[in-house]
């Protein structure tokens, strides 16, 4: 007999994404739609464009994943959505899918926080819990700091004042005439470049706490790259010159990155680093992060690359809050801003910080 599986739907940002998940984890299909050629010339996300692709790609995405996993609409035991936080647009319209399937089915319905579900991804093909820990979410949207009690009991103890990292990577890229999305583009022009060749600076470091800052360090790498505003500034940075800007840039970001991960396992005394989000898709990151852990005796665990990335098998969370009777109704609105809390539709949800998509 089959298992009972759950179909989950992701469309918080640009990617378009169900997965059918049964439940005892186990992955049945994960599809993805991305939209990364839509926003190319624009160097980032533009919402209107963004929510108006999710109208055309979201059924044909549901439909594949359910034809991926063998799986008929009449087999699915719930459907999960992420609706908190990300782009108002995005989010409607995997929220509307999703109620419409859970009413026409007569299914609960499952809202999902998108940050806990990156978290969560950390643990996916692994086994054993990956709770109590440190959860750590770098992205495009976010570089935020947890402390992970279990799956749905997460208190955000630090994060971005400014720009996250991801973003950070975007808009440096642009700087050095780089494709989006920036991190990949980064990561590779760094290969051939000097990580020592330009002074960068590492934000925040020096300050007590948890809290990044990136809009500074882009501003290094503009003026580092073109000199300083005034008539003799450059209108484009010199090619010669982009390797080790790029190199330079990225191991600082990293620098911080891994620094302010270590702060927090002292602070909360946990035993375990988890990493998510698509900048812990980043090779050095990974090994610089292995080394950190290595060296003091810390259990680490990053997101497989291919769940680093927005997609909605990692909404294999939405289990957890079925066990435990968390279930949403059908006059459930999405949660884009600034603060998590409990949104009033559901039951059971402890309210948690978060930060802006």
Known sequence: MRRPCLL??????DETAAAVIADNGQILSSVIASQQELHAEFGGVVPEIASRAHVGRILPTIKSALTQAKVSPSDLSAVAVTSEPGLVGSLLVGLTAAKTLAMSL???????NHIDAHIYACGLGRSGDVYPCVGFVVSGGHTNLYDCCSPTDLKMIGGTTDDA???AFDKA??????????????????KSGDPKAVAMPRPMLRKPGLDFSFSGLKTAVLYAARGQPGPDQLEVTPPDRVPDLAASFQEAVIDVLVRKAQRAIRQTGHPRLCVGGGVAANHLFRERLTQMCSDNNIELSIAAPEYCTDNAAMAA???EHLKAGNTA?????????LIRTPAPHTKSRRQRGGSEA
């Open 165 to 167: 990292a991801g973003e």
């Open 317 to 319: 969370i939405a289990w």
């Open 106 to 112: 007569n299914i609960p319905l499952v809202t999902v």
């Open 329 to 337: 109704d059908l006059d459930a609105d999405v949660l884009p801003g």
């Open 8 to 13: 989950a739907i992701e469309s918080s940002c």
């Open 173 to 190: 890229a642009r700087i050095l005439a780089l494709p989006y999305p920036g991190g990949p583009s980064i990561s590779e022009a760094a």
